[in-house]
């Protein structure tokens, strides 16, 4: 049975984001919900009859011509245009599941009650999340400043006003066809809703979103390959005992530690007598590495909740207050920064992951040269760590902060943008490539753990190893390799985390 994810004002986490995507849930508008949705709208078609100053993007232009002033009977032609005009997307095409999630913080945003939405408006966004109904996105053309408005035009275009393309069932097709196949016909915008649709952070925001549950995946296999590493280089455990944590007790880092003696826990390997005093940083430095890593992207966790929770676009609309007020909710530096900050711990990760590839093929503590039996004739694991140097350079390329950055836009009304949307395209980037750089190292790993034998792992490790095995097998001589990379990644993104 489906399960039904009411919309409300509840507070939206990222726990509960993916267990509606894990789960497949489908979206509802609460009745609460609805409410404020209809009392927002009413306030603001009562105001407008009374208003005589012009209130900015109700009854005036946008941006630099929030001087000129919009008479009655073209209100709503003025949001159409506003869909039409700013739809400028380019570039790639935003990968589905984000736009699936643009869709939800859309309508989640909306329906907070201060932005001034019709409630058919929303119930459309909710219809295309839960029918799969989703629009062409481009990766490109937002400045992060009034709101995503670029791609927020384009998810809008052919959701609200029935123009353009969308995938549906699969297919890339004319949104005229699925309207017809729905019995839909397209929205007529009221005042204010094209500035609603289009101010707002949720471009920026599922990203981040994205971004987020993939780094905290990535972070505890970044924890359960690094101690497959540590067994099959035959490192010492010391660094991670918990006393010596506790004397610096960065979160974090005691968390890496623990999790490396659970995985660890029952090992021959770990527990036999050592002939080296210590490993290098890559294995013994590792708790403060990951650890940092894992507070950073605590700490980004909340801000991204805070801001997914919030209302973003302008004006604001206050009923209560009787108030229309034009403010800056819509710009994205909260998110640039932290979404900048979250891409170097995420390439942090995979920097310190490729050093531990090159120790396990460096021939050292009696395993062969590139983990192969007759090194010469064989170039054996030589490679995958040039792969994985390659995509570490570039990730570090890609943690150049966007959130310094800024071109004024609007004949200067718009003189400082956040650049958060290529902060957060950035580091979906370098979240993709420190899952491959992460397989690469495992691929080495389970390579290395063989030559080990007839000594075991844990029960963890030696079943990540079989589990592993299902999918790549141990490389005897030179043979094919970018396919075993492929499958090690594959192998990642359909692993089953220990809790």
Partial sequence: MTKTHKISAERLTLDRIAEIIDGHEQLAISKEAMARIKKCRSYLDKKMKNQKEPIYGVTTGFGSLCNISISKEQLSQLQQNLVMSHACGVGDEVPQEIVKLMLLLKAQNLSYGFSGAQPETVQRLVDCYNNDILPIVYQQGSLGASGDLCPLAN???PTILGIGEVYYK???????KVYKAMGWKP??????EGLALLNGTQFMSAYAVWNLLKARRLSLQADL???MSLDAF???IEPFLEALHLVRPHRGQLETAANVRRFLKGSKLIARHKEHVQDPYSFRCAPQVHGAAKDTIAY????????INSTTDNPVVLPDE???VSGGHFHGEPLAMVLDFLAIAVAELGSISERRTYQLIDGKRGLPSFLVAKPGLNSGFMIPQYAAASIVSQSKQLCTPASVDSIPSSQNQED??????????????VVENTERVLAIELFNAAQALEFRRPLKSSATIEKLLKDYRKKVNFVDVDEVMFTHIHDSVRFLQEQTLPE
């Fill in 170 to 176: 699969g297919k890339r097709t004319d949104v005229k």
């Fill in 155 to 157: 998810l809008s275009l």
């Fill in 322 to 324: 009787d108030m229309v």
């Fill in 300 to 307: 980004v966790t909340s801000v991204v909740e805070t801001e």
């Fill in 187 to 192: 929205i007529e915008l009221k005042s204010k």
């Fill in 416 to 429: 400082l943008v956040s650049m958060g949307a290529n902060a957060a395209t950035k580091c979906y980037k």
């Fill in 225 to 227: 390959i690094l101690s």
């Fill in 234 to 236: 035959d490192g010492r």
